[in-house]
């Protein structure tokens, strides 16, 4: 399982680039399979993760079947037909959408995250 | 590959933009961040032009690794003209803005002009506005922040200006994410007689190197093994705090406005107290480092205090209060005020009041007069209508020449050079003015093995240190990872898609050096102007490794004639024609 300590993360976002040079093969935060999001006030300073944590919303919402839970979601994109509910449902808000329209979905990178392997910190951990 | 490819100007007088080609033949030559952003500087304007008129510009550049995974390189580089030191200045800032702006797809940002009426700029993606900015003006680097968060939305990356900018103080500063800066010689000024209060990023596109597997293995690999080591954690264990006590022992810790070396009430602001009240660790955008201490002493909150804040605005004005240097920290991130020159310039005036020469109602370690002195200055009200202007005004009207701690109106950094001999020549050859980010030979001479009280060698240490810097921040990466020339090769290697060699980047590093150079000289500065203030040739410190000894003016002449014969200046220090053509500067 993937997860994240909030208090251990110092904002870096390797996590995301790790995550889209894994996936899409360019760097960019914004379309990495997760979210890192560094908060600001005069009083206080914070780091909101959303990380997939395999609750399994987005494979009982697809009406085809096309994501199952293995050792995340996995999605056959075959099957999928880009209607957009999974991204809907997902609690954490990072189910993206590919050119076509179709699920994109962590998928923990079949049980090694790229992201977890770059964060310098172990602020983002794979605990099996 | 590595470049976005555009740059992007934008036109305050007529409220518009356009974009241009990246001068693809310049990036060849100065890569990116401070060298290419000196050329392109140099090159859009002239060095007779007055800072603070419309003529001045203002280029942001970031470099081939912004946005991408490699560590320490969230840097965005700002070049302009000082209205401190009338030289041209070159700062960085952390944080996230930098890697935005490659994002949003462009390499580098022009600004030129002046708006008539305060505006900031919102940059998202190829969509560039500009809105009023009259609600926010008169308001603090915080607020203005926080404010456009709010109303642009969380992801936007901000850098702003405070009151200090505004009132165009020539200490003032951008600030970005409350509490980074661009800090040093009043580039806030400059965005200020702009009528910029702030500049928003945002920014989807991705951003691509030429073989990602390839650059993913390399950067891994020199992550691991030469990123996250011993040499370089020190950041993440304490950060900067952890050179008050080595310069405390090393006797050049800035004490009582450079009057002694060694503070005794150095415990109460060193990285042990610093660590007693820190929060949390922060990092800049890809950065495996994480220098930042996020601190909270009482209600007082800061990302800091950093090294060179403890000791200018610490042990320099006497204050052995850690929650005060937070206080006196936070007030001037907020109000965008670079804490070395603050620092500084209420030392001086701590001396004069002590001294009877000027009684600026503030003496070395008293508080609340110490506390009253930020807005004062970003206000230029009361006694900071003079101090706003820096040591060498102050000294200019009131006395105390002989002990204005200031290289061509810029304030010395935190490093005491009568005990670190080396670090005297990097204050009087930096390009903009006293500056401790240009070479840092104290590292090797006052915390290493090389012995501070000699100029022996120091010349070729000084130059060393300064192409390093500069390629460095030019590519760019952080100070704080001590990486060789050769695994900076290879990262610049496989971002660039071209073979970058160690011997490459040492001539770029000397190419953007005399780049510089070329600026300040037709702006009018010669050997006179690389110098130091009296009291370092002429008063022995006190107390420490230090004590009793001069930096004496015959050596430092010695030496200066040496730097100049290294670097094929002639004796003048203006750069020949010979090596301006070698180094293909034109």
Known sequence: MLKFYGDRCVGCQACQLACSAEKMGVFSPGLSLLKISARFSKTDRSVLGFVCDACGRCANVCPVEAIVMDCGPKIDPALCTACGLCAEECPQGIVLEDEEGKARICDFCGGSPACAGWCPVEALRWEV | ?586
């Not at chain 2, 998202?124 to 709010?150: F, I, M, Q, Y």
């Not at chain 2, 891994?220 to 954690?233: H, K, Y």
């Not at chain 2, 760019?476 to 290879?490: P, Q, V």
Request: hydrophobic letters at 40%; aromatic letters at 8%; proline letters at 4%.
């Open chain 2, 1 to 586: 590959m590595g470049y976005a490819g555009k740059v992007l100007f934008i036109d305050l007088t007529s409220g518009t933009s356009r974009t241009e080609e990246l001068n693809r033949e310049w990036a060849r030559l100065y890569f990116g961040g401070k060298g290419l952003g000196v050329k392109y500087f140099a090159s859009l304007t002239g060095p007779g032009i007055d800072a603070l008129s419309p003529d001045n510009k203002v280029v942001l550049m970031t470099g081939p690794l912004a946005g991408t995974i490699a560590p320490c390189s969230g840097r965005l580089s700002v070049t302009t003209k000082s209205p401190a030191s009338g030289t041209i200045l070159e700062c960085g800032v952390g944080g996230t803005v930098g890697p935005e702006i490659k994002f949003a797809g462009y390499d580098g940002i022009v600004i030129e002009g002046r708006s008539d009426a305060p505006v900031y700029a919102v940059i998202d993606d190829d969509k560039v506005t500009l809105h009023p900015a009259g609600d926010l003006w008169g308001r603090g680097c915080h607020d203005t922040e926080l404010v456009l968060k709010e109303r642009l939305g969380e992801e936007f990356r901000i850098v702003s200006i405070g009151q200090a900018g505004e009132n165009l103080v020539p200490m003032a500063c951008l600030t970005s994410e409350l509490y980074r800066q661009a800090g040093r010689g009043g580039i806030g000024a400059v965005f200020g007689s702009k009528h910029l209060k702030a500049l928003c990023v945002r920014g989807t596109k991705p951003v691509r190197v030429p073989n990602i597997a390839e650059f993913m293995k390399v950067v891994g690999e020199l992550m691991r093994e030469d990123c996250l080591t011993d040499t370089n954690l020190w950041a993440r264990t304490d950060g900067t705090p952890l050179l008050v006590e080595a310069s405390n022992s090393a006797g050049i810790l800035p004490t009582r406005n450079f009057q002694d070396g060694v503070f005794e009430g150095f415990k109460a602001i060193n990285s042990e107290s610093v660590r007693n009240v820190r929060q949390r660790k922060n990092a800049c955008f890809a950065c495996t480092l994480a220098c930042g201490n996020y601190v909270r002493a009482g209600e007082a909150v800061v990302e800091g205090p950093e090294y060179e804040t403890l000791a200018l605005a610490g042990s320099n004005c006497g204050i052995s209060d850690l929650e005060a240097v937070i206080r006196f920290n936070a007030a001037c991130d907020d109000l965008g005020l670079d804490t070395i020159s603050a620092g500084n310039v209420v030392a001086f005036a701590m001396e004069l009041t002590e001294k009877g020469i000027h009684d600026f109602g503030m003496r070395f370690g008293e508080i609340r007069p110490y506390l009253e002195a930020p807005a004062l200055i970003a206000n230029r009200e009361g006694i900071g209508a003079d101090l706003a202007l820096g040591v060498r005004h102050v000294a200019g009207k009131y006395g105390g020449r002989e002990f204005a701690m200031e290289v061509k109106g810029l304030e010395i950094p935190g490093y005491e050079p009568r005990g670190a001999w080396g670090m005297g020549l990097a204050y009087a050859t930096s390009d903009r003015g006293a500056c401790h980010m240009r070479a840092w030979p104290v590292a090797d001479e006052a915390y290493g093995n090389i012995d501070p009280f000699t100029i022996e060698g120091k010349a070729a240490l000084v130059i060393g240190g300064q192409h390093y810097n500069a390629i460095k921040f030019s590519m760019i990466l952080c100070d704080f990872w001590a990486i060789s020339l050769e695994n900076m090769a290879r990262v610049a290697s496989v971002a660039t898609g071209r073979h970058v060699t160690a011997w490459e980047l040492e001539r770029a590093g000397e190419r953007i050096y005399n780049t510089t150079r070329l600026f300040n000289v037709r702006a009018g500065f010669r050997r006179a102007a690389d110098t130091l203030p009296d009291r370092i040739f002429k008063e022995a410190l006190k107390t420490g490794r230090a004590a009793g000894r001069i930096y004496p003016k015959g050596e430092f002449d010695r030496m200066l004639s040496e730097y100049y014969a290294l670097r094929g200046w002639d004796e003048e220090g203006v750069p020949t024609p010979a090596k301006l053509e070698e180094l293909e500067i034109s």
